[in-house]
């Protein structure tokens, strides 16, 4: 028998489907065990619906499709990794993002988490320092019809002055310490989410609120596992 090719394409991308509605339940089961440390037994219902959206399969490299809607990391080449999707939820939520939002990633990567932003904010801008990681994201942002996405190849830890103040700052790399200058890219009233500790070492995943004031609020939630924030300037 001949497979029309048409019909197999139809048939995965529905088992596909079928797998990312697995893997949201599964991510609501972690976040319930983990509710002591994020201080909520749920993530947003905006969240949640965003990450029904966004295929992961087309993030992971082809080898590893099978494994795309598995609860967990993956290489995706460069020594650089996709992060657990439990991770991307949690850390999307702690952004409290809204939907006229301009918000600011540090470390594209494949652009996961920078396609799942692109569902909830108006526009993201995302920066990563890997020129091969930063282009290949960039044509599968595109194909993928992500429009209100802008990249940069560069350092993120100096942030981007330009486009600044941000109503959300997210880092997906660990930095040594809490990376002043982006704090001072955030908005009043905000968030920054940040991995920080040792690379290799125990990370913890900190939000920084911005009050109004411009005083800064810091809490510590979970303890992480973040590939190094590369950096001259951290
Ligand atoms: N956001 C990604 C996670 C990528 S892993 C996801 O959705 O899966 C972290 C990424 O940060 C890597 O691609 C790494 O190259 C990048 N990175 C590390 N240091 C950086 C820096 N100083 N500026 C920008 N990107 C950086």
Partial sequence: MILDPRQRSTTS???FDERRRQLLAEIAEEVA???DYLGKAALGERVMAALAKVPREAFVPAESTAAAYENAPLPIGCGQTISQPYIVAVMT???EPRAGDR??????GCGYQTA????????V???EVVRELGTAAAGRLRRLGYENVELRIGDGALGWPEEAPFDGIIVTAAAASVPQTLVGQLKRGRRLVVPVGEAGGRQELMILE???DGSIVERTTLPVAFVPLKSAYR
């Avoid at 918000?103 to 594209?108: A, Q, S, W």
């Avoid at 799942?116 to 526009?123: K, S």
């Fill in 13 to 15: 991308a529905a088992a």
């Fill in 33 to 35: 065990r983990t509710r």
């Fill in 93 to 95: 939520d702690m952004l």
């Fill in 103 to 108: 918000v600011l990633e540090i470390g594209t």
């Fill in 116 to 123: 799942v932003l692109a569902e909830l904010v108006a526009r």
């Fill in 125 to 127: 801008y995302s920066i």
């Fill in 210 to 212: 911005k009050a109004m």
